[in-house]
């Protein structure tokens, strides 16, 4: 874990001094989205490896998947509930000036729609 | 929705391939520590990205206080949901459900913790959980961003909101959530620990 933040930080700190250089980021959110790519099918192999997930998944799994599925629920529940009341203005201020993902567009133009 | 699919199919891919080449004994061991480092990679690339991102600082001082709220409403959220549907869960008490729920996808700390003072049964749920937590997280985040808006896959992703869910955070959400989602998963990352015993000790 501590690991994983001293290498952002250096990554921030030179993304920081680079700053100017724009052509430096162009390709970046395709970069990230192929690196993801590769992440998530080596989090596959070891879950597939892993026998005992693998037998028992349809057991354990179950019970499991209802509490994640409730916790994750809950807390989406009440974040969105705090974006509402808290964050929306920002939001909107900021996401007309980003050149974020099509994803992330799409809801900054629906939400700029039914707030405005 | 099509980039979900696409990580979808990377996962099923690679579970298909552990599986079956964990039986045909062709998978390299170094293969485990090879995704730390592709992690590595991955969080330098991201750092970058913000680092060279001045929207993200400049969000980071006019949201100053209010950053708070983002885990205090994931605490109590996920927390209030679990004990929603622990009736349902057979065989494990009302304490275990929220303790497995605490680990907010930190899973290698709260299944440790919690196999330790409740057994192996609720330690392996507790893994298989917060497994769950991150990779629903990495399929469904640009659903979340829909349907809950930018914090959506923030309280979603948990502890994991800070390394291994930033990356897809900071791509849907926006750069400027990054910090956010950062602060996020270091106050929850660093809840786990105190929490999790907490929660089994009455």
Redesign the interface.
Known sequence: ?L???I?????????????KYKK??QG??K???Y????????????????????R??HL??L??????????????????????F???H??IE??T??D??D??E???K??QGEDA | MK?SL??LA?????????????AGGW?PEA??S??TY??????????????????SLR?LK??NL?IV??PL??????????A??SV?????DLQE?LA??GGFGYYSLSSLFITELRGE?PG???L??????E????LMT?L?????????P???G?ATS???TL??I???????YAVIS?FNG?VL?VLVPFLVPFILSF
């Not at chain 1, 992440?39 to 026998?51: A, D, H, M, P």
């Not at chain 1, 499991?64 to 916790?71: D, K, P, Q, R």
């Not at chain 2, 298989?128 to 937590?133: P, T, W």
């Open positions: 874990m690991t994983v933040i290498i952002m930080s250096v990554g921030m700190i030179a993304g920081f001094i680079l700053r430096l980021y970046l959110d970069t990230v989205s690196v993801i790519y590769l992440l998530l099918f080596l989090l596959g192999i070891t879950v597939g490896q892993n026998e005992t997930i693998i028992n998944f354990i799994g019970k499991a998947l209802l509490i994640t599925v409730a916790s994750v629920g809950g807390s989406i529940l009440l974040a969105a509930v705090v974006f509402h808290f964050f929306r920002d939001h900021l996401g000036e980003d974020v993902h994803g992330a799409v809801s900054a629906k939400l | 980039n696409i990580i990377f996962f099923a891919a690679g579970v298909l391939l552990g599986a079956l080449g964990d998978i293969l485990g090879m995704s592709v992690l590595y990679v991955l969080m330098c690339l991201v750092g970058f990205g913000i680092g060279g991102d001045t929207d969000v006019e949201t209010k709220l983002v409403s994931i605490v109590a959220g996920s927390l209030g949901g679990a929603l549907i349902f869960v057979q065989g494990l459900v497995i729920s049964l392996t749920i507790a298989l959980a917060n497994i769950m937590r990779i629903i997280t990495l640009p979340f961003v829909r349907w809950a808006g930018p914090l959506g923030i309280a979603s948990g800070m390394d291994t990356p897809i900071s791509l849907y959400s926006g750069k400027q950062l270091i990352t």
